[in-house]
Nanobody, 115 residues
Framework: QVQLVESGGGLVQPGGSLRLSCAAS????????MAWYRQAPGKQRELVARLTSGGTTNYADSVKGRFTISRDNARNTVYLQMNSLKPEDTAVYYCKANYGVATFWGQGTQVTVSS
């Protein structure tokens, strides 16, 4: 069992930056594929960024060049650095961990981009 706790969300103006963090419990963090998803009101949850245990990254086209996913295995933490934020980035952001068929989700953190 892996527990995930996100933090770092909040209200930011367009063009601003935020860094989300997701802390994971357990000793197997380094072998997990970690990802960030988001869900805006009335929309389906969508993949934002993924980072495998081997360091391979994938990004949604809408965030390429603006968001960066990274991990610190010593701290059991994955990050999402979000720059040049736009109003359309407003959503609840969720952290997800998986290994094989096992999947774990965090509770989510709200990001609001508004002037």
């Amino acid at each position: 069992q892996v527990q995930l706790v996100e933090s770092g969300g909040g209200l930011v103006q367009p063009g601003g930056s935020l860094r989300l963090s997701c802390a994971a419990s357990g000793s197997a963090f380094s072998i997990l594929t970690m990802a960030w998803y988001r869900q805006a009101p009335g929309k389906q949850r969508e993949l934002v960024a993924r980072l495998t245990s081997g360091g391979t990254t994938n990004y949604a086209d809408s965030v390429k060049g603006r968001f960066t996913i990274s991990r610190d295995n010593a701290r059991n933490t994955v990050y999402l650095q979000m720059n040049s934020l736009k109003p359309e980035d407003t959503a609840v952001y969720y952290c997800k961990a998986n290994y094989g068929v096992a999947t774990f989700w965090g509770q989510g953190t709200q990001v609001t981009v508004s002037s």
